[in-house]
């Protein structure tokens, strides 16, 4: 059984950081894609970012709105996958999901992920 459980959201003020982690069992990183998803109340769910890991090197994508900021990154020792947010704004307040999808990645798009973590809630402080 697949499961993928988030850690370190919470509250800061903007300008600051948070780390989320994605701890998964049940499913290697290695040969498949882990990604983020955020939604925030009242609005979409969109991707934030995807990373795998093949034999040869390791592919990520993070989402042009936030790649400036916003960071991916995994250890395949602990089978985890971590999202590093910088200079967070009122803006990224959301609930933030961790998403895996059986072998490599394709599109940032809801439907190409069949495992889902119950979500982090980050909020943004002004």
């Known amino acids: 059984q697949v499961q993928l459980v988030e850690s370190g959201g919470g509250e800061v003020q903007a300008g600051g950081s948070l780390r989320l982690s994605c701890v998964s069992s049940?499913?290697?990183?290695?040969?498949?894609?882990v990604g983020w998803f955020r939604q925030a109340p009242g609005k979409e769910r969109e991707g934030i970012g995807m990373?795998?890991?093949?034999?040869?090197?390791?592919?990520?994508y993070i989402h042009k709105s936030v790649n400036d900021r916003f960071s991916i990154s995994q250890d395949v020792a602990t089978n985890t996958v971590y999202l590093q947010m910088d200079r967070l704004a009122p803006g990224d307040t959301a609930t933030y999901s961790c998403?895996?999808?059986?072998?490599?990645?394709?599109?940032?798009?809801?439907?190409?992920?069949?495992?889902w973590g119950q979500g982090a809630q980050v909020t943004v402080t002004s």
């Open positions: 049940g499913f290697r990183l290695t040969h498949n894609c």
């Open positions: 998403v895996g999808r059986d072998h490599s990645c394709s599109l940032l798009r809801t439907t190409e992920f069949r495992y």
């Open positions: 990373i795998a890991t093949g034999p040869d090197n390791t592919y990520s």
